[in-house]
T-cell receptor, first 113, second 113 residues
Framework: GAVVSQHPSRVICKSGTSVKIECRSLDFQATTMFWYRQFPKQSLMLMATSNEGSKATYEQGVEKDKFLINHASLTLSTLTVTSAHPEDSSFYIC?????????FGQGTRLTVV | AQSVSQHNHHVILSEAASLELGCNYS??????LFWYVQYPGQHLQLLLKYFSGDPLVKGIKGFEAEFIKSKFSFNLRKPSVQWSDTAEYFC???????????FGKGTRLHILP
């Protein structure tokens, strides 16, 4: 099946710094990718829809200026957590592919200290 | 807004026991339904899906799920679990009119050898 690669798998950063997470579709082109966030024992919450060549669409309650999304090519979307704080510590997952079968990255565990 | 409820957060079973994981959704319109599984250290992957037709859906590894429209349910079943079924299972729903997939909180399944 199609593969989506997410990098890094784990990152620890200092409070106030920014962290970039990459999501790549390895063997198919993805005009749309999705970014999710998962708190411990919570659901995967959709944060935003990343659209190639245009602005991302954010879900209600997600800060656009804090979670910057760039989808510059058909195979790459990036999520940048700006001025990270400990409450941003979470598990972030991207997905690509259509509804018939979405493919997920392995996730990124972000810890802000 | 639509939501997905998974009744069990953590299930522990012995090998060969039968499994049923509950899932209910709140959206009243036309939906697609999914079960995803995440094995330890691996990507989230599709277990089975329902779009239309026979409400009893067969998936990989002996799993099946039944869509009961009147109950807004899509429960996952397996007659006899194996140790290798230890994983986290997510029920998910997608409104037919867009590509967003909404997830339940997940059920962590632990099979005792």
């Amino acid at each position: 099946g199609a593969v989506v690669s997410q990098h890094p798998s784990r990152v620890i950063c200092k409070s106030g710094t920014s962290v970039k997470i990459e999501c790549r579709s390895l063997d198919f082109q993805a005009t749309t990718m999705f970014w999710y966030r998962q708190f411990p024992k919570q659901s995967l919450m959709l944060m935003a829809t990343s659209n190639e060549g245009s602005k991302a669409t954010y879900e209600q309650g997600v800060e656009k200026d804090k979670f910057l999304i760039n989808h510059a090519s058909l195979t790459l979307s990036t999520l940048t957590v700006t001025s990270a704080h400990p409450e941003d510590s979470s598990f972030y997952i991207c997905s690509a592919g259509g509804v018939t079968e979405a493919f997920f990255g392995q996730g990124t565990r972000l810890t802000v200290v | 807004a639509q939501s997905v409820s998974q009744h069990n957060h953590h299930v522990i079973l012995s090998e060969a026991a039968s499994l049923e994981l509950g899932c209910n959704y709140s959206y009243g319109g036309t939906v697609n339904l999914f079960w995803y599984v995440q094995y330890p250290g691996q990507h989230l992957q599709l277990l089975l899906k329902y779009f239309s037709g026979d409400p009893l859906v067969k998936g990989i590894k002996g799993f099946e799920a039944e869509f009961i429209k009147s109950k807004f349910s899509f429960n996952l079943r397996k007659p006899s679990v194996q140790w290798s079924d230890t994983a986290e299972y997510f029920c998910a729903v997608n409104e037919r009119r867009d590509d967003k997939i909404i997830f339940g909180k997940g059920t962590r399944l632990h099979i005792l050898p």
